[in-house]
Nanobody, 122 residues
Framework: QLQLVESGGGSVQAGGSLRLSCAPSRRTTYTMAWFRQAPGKEREGVAMIDAGDLNTNYADAVKGRFTISRDNAKNTVYLQMNSLKPEDTAMYYC?????????????????WGQGTQVTVAS
């Protein structure tokens, strides 16, 4: 089993920034990702990053504003979120172990964290 612990969420004004962190319970070479889920909506993929070549993918809604990265030495994955908008308000989840090709679908991932809340005020 792999535990994922997210941190860094909070409340900010529109236009502000936050950095989320995800710490796996052991070293892993899994592809990692961030998802988010707003009340009444489906969980959606935000960004993913491979372990070896650090290839990344982003949802269109966050391209140019969010950056996913990983520090393999610290065994931590980050999501830098800039120019935040009220529509970015959601619970953000870390995911690991991509089992299917469609990275942006919830069913593609094997492990999940408990989530960290991000609230953006207008």
């Amino acid at each position: 089993q792999l535990q994922l612990v997210e941190s860094g969420g909070g409340s900010v004004q529109a236009g502000g920034s936050l950095r989320l962190s995800c710490a796996p319970s052991r070293r892993t070479t899994y592809t990692m990702a961030w998802f988010r889920q707003a009340p009444g909506k489906e969980r959606e993929g935000v960004a993913m990053i491979d372990a070896g070549d650090l290839n990344t993918n982003y949802a269109d809604a966050v391209k140019g504003r969010f950056t996913i990265s990983r520090d393999n030495a610290k065994n931590t994955v980050y999501l830098q979120m800039n120019s935040l908008k009220p529509e970015d308000t959601a619970m953000y989840y870390c995911a690991a172990h991509k089992r299917l090709l469609t990275w942006y679908e919830r069913r593609s991932w094997g492990y999940w964290g408990q989530g960290t809340q991000v609230t953006v005020a207008s």
